[in-house]
């Protein structure tokens, strides 16, 4: 069970005056040494099961890229892998590059991120949907895991298609300033962020549940990839079993050489690997579907509907995964911090 913050607080000011009080153990300075400590641990982490995540271990930017560096075009144009359910009561709708996911509820979907453009909502979300006799106006909340650009891109269109009910959009309170603000990445590809209604849009702040028919979702801030970011956690259902599914909500490094984020992130993966260990997580999803091996896995879905579902890990899969995660921020943490 997690401290209280008023008795955490209780608890350091006790210990600064008690000899004994048990606290985890400082890292060491970071020197060559624990740089490559971490790859070793990331790499052992990963073993042969879990190499997705691995790519992170590489070094990461010394500035924020911007966002004209990189081909969104392209991205955006490679061709869609089909829809489909990955869990009964969860469909993909994202594109090559992106991930969307529907969760379905007894009142309606959650839209799990709205792509980066209109033309996707229209190309990719829309007969995704249509595939599995669902609509737009279904769609009750958009929760926009970060405040970039290709997962919140969709949103005001999907809102605008839904008609007479539109959707309430959910983003972390510091993301919503973020967007309203200052961009961390701009593109003219991207259509202007969402705005806010507040009578109706939703400023999550960590460990806000997300209740929507019969569906609960854990709403967990998970700041680094953008201070704001959301990794959701809810119940999807496959032969006849409930599992436990989280979609960690950012993933890159793409901040710069900025110590205070990686710490940031590394709190975050670590305290997510505890929730994860805690609530028995056994389907780790993700946001972009090369995280997630999203394509292959539905294909093998589609190929062999009988077959054990392929997105469920097991708990242990997913404490491994987080452990990769969490030890190449370490590394690319110890990187920065030797540079002069
Ligand atoms: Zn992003």
């Not at 790499?43 to 004209?68: I, M």
Request: aromatic share 4%.
């Amino acid at each position: 069970m997690p401290i209280p913050n008023h008795l955490a607080l209780g608890l350091a000011a006790l210990c600064a005056t008690l000899a004994g009080c048990s606290t985890p153990p400082a890292a060491p300075p970071a020197s060559e040494a624990t740089v490559m400590a971490h790859l070793a641990a990331a790499q052992q982490a990963a073993g042969t099961e879990y190499p997705e995540y691995l790519n992170l271990c590489k070094p990461a930017p010394l500035k924020r890229p911007d966002a004209g560096s990189v081909d969104l075009a392209g991205l955006i144009a490679r061709p869609a892998p089909p829809p489909g359910a990955a869990f009964d009561n969860l469909i993909y709708v994202g594109s090559a590059w992106v991930s969307a996911w529907a969760l379905k509820t007894s009142d309606g979907l959650v839209l799990i991120d709205a792509l980066n453009t209109v033309d996707e909502v229209e190309r990719l979300i829309v007969p995704g949907l249509a595939s599995q006799g669902l609509a737009p106006a279904d769609i009750r909340t958009v929760l926009v895991t970060h405040g970039h650009g290709d997962h919140y891109g969709g949103a005001e269109r999907l809102r605008a298609l839904a008609g007479a009910t539109p959707p309430r959009l959910v983003m972390s309170a510091l993301d919503w300033t973020m967007t309203e603000t200052q961009l961390e990445f701009a593109s003219p590809i991207w259509p202007a962020p969402p705005r806010r209604n507040p009578a109706r849009d939703l400023a999550a702040r960590d460990g806000d549940l997300l209740r929507q028919g019969d569906t609960t979702v854990q709403l967990h801030v998970t700041p680094g990839h953008t201070l704001g970011t959301i990794s959701p956690v809810f119940e999807v259902r496959a032969g006849g079993r409930t599992h436990k599914a989280l979609v960690w909500g950012g993933t890159s490094f793409n901040f710069g050489r900025d110590l205070s984020r990686l710490d940031a992130y590394i709190a975050a993966a670590d305290r997510m690997r505890e929730i994860a260990r805690r609530e028995q997580i056994d389907v780790l999803l993700s946001n972009h579907p090369a995280n997630d091996l999203t394509v292959k896995r539905l294909a093998a879905l589609r190929a062999n509907p009988a077959m054990a579902n392929p997105f469920v890990i097991g708990n242990a899969g997913v404490l491994r995964t987080l452990t990769v995660i969490s030890e190449c921020a370490k590394a690319n943490r110890d990187r920065f911090a030797l540079m002069p």
